[in-house]
């Protein structure tokens, strides 16, 4: 923006100079003609004085050689009898006692040195009146500065009462965008906790109803409440860009599996729960917990309800992996199930994709295997917050145990 004004700047100067010159040019042009046409006027009237008292030839012709027109050859006099005294000729300027007195008008040079000099003189004050242009522009770059620096912070201008204004308001207008992201993040929140969960409850009773078209329906009813939720969930996931805040993986992980534990225990199943040390990923609170929700549910709506499940949480390298697997049948395609909307089963793979998100959004990347349950196995590999993680960093180990 500096730059810009000083051209802005420049480039007035510049317009302002060359007119000043041209102005000061013409004036000093026509003020030297006048000077000079003045100065022949006073010569005539010498030559005319003289020539009022006599007409005598020598002293007419002494006359014109002291005059300076006379001296340059541009005076010259036609006496009565004829005779011309005097060189030059032009037009005549005055008539006395039958002469004529005639004069050519001086050539004057156009005025090349004043204009120099005040050229030099407004290239020398250019420096000064640039900078004295910026003075009133200065709270003006001030608050651009202060604009481009103010993300997640009050603006604090000081300067003309327009610019405090602007800080008002912009003020106003982030305060009133938190609040608004704000309640987005709890209604995320509440859809995820207050949705999610009990409908996962829903569904886990509705499967223990046996058959029958009663059960049939529920079921059904269930199974398109669930996917509605799940792109509720999607819509309202925040947008690209903004910072989610870091949260630690192993207390989520450890928070959600105390309700997916609690159900795991009244379906009879193996669960295995193995969180590690803390470790912290550039995803909110939330985020995670639906990550893990979408998982888990996976799990206890496509496996039999005596198969086991593993829940487990690695650090290594600069990434955190979490592994969710099951001892169910697998998956068939691994890398269709990763694609939205043909996953198989009769599920959407919204819950893949979402945890997909997830990973991609810490640069990390997510993984469809067999696990060691006989089941299928999912393995999210998120970058750890405040790390360095080369791309190819090596597995842990844990993740291969019981692999050949």
Known sequence: MRSVITRAL?????????????????????????AAAATD????????????????????????ARTRAGAEG???????????????????????????????????????????LIAGVALAALGPAVWLGHRPFTPVLAALRELSSSVGRRVRLRGPRELEELAASIDEASSRTAQLLAKEREM??????????????????????????VADRIRSAVSTLGHDVDRIIQALQPAEGESPGTCDVASVVEARMGFWSAHAADQGRVCEVDVGEPCRVALSPDALGAVVDALLENVFRHTPPAAPVGVSVVRHAGWVTLVVEDGGTG?????????????GGGSTGLGLDIARAAAEATGGTIHLEKGRLGGARVRLRFGEANSHHEPASPRAWRLWRGHP
Do not use: Y
């Not at 005539?44 to 014109?64: C, E, N, Q």
């Not at 998956?331 to 996953?343: E, K, T, Y």
């Open 74 to 116: 541009r005076l010259s006099v036609v006496l009565a009898s004829g005779t011309r005294l005097g060189a030059g000729g032009g037009a005549p300027a005055a008539s006395v006692s039958g002469a004529v007195v005639s004069v050519v008008p001086a050539a004057v040079p156009f005025p090349f040195g004043a204009v120099f």
């Open 188 to 213: 995320i929140a509440d859809v995820s906790h207050r949705l999610r969960t009990p409908l996962a409850a829903l569904r886990l009773d509705a499967d223990a109803i046996g058959p029958g078209p």
């Open 10 to 34: 420049l480039l007035a100067a510049g317009l302002v100079t060359a007119v000043f010159l041209v102005t000061a040019g013409f004036l000093a042009h026509s003020n030297a003609s006048s």
């Open 41 to 64: 006027r006073q010569d005539v009237a010498v030559v005319a004085g003289v020539l009022a008292v006599s007409t005598d030839a020598d002293a007419v012709r002494g006359t014109i």
């Open 331 to 343: 998956v068939a395609d691994p890398s269709s199930a990763l694609h939205r909307g043909s996953s």
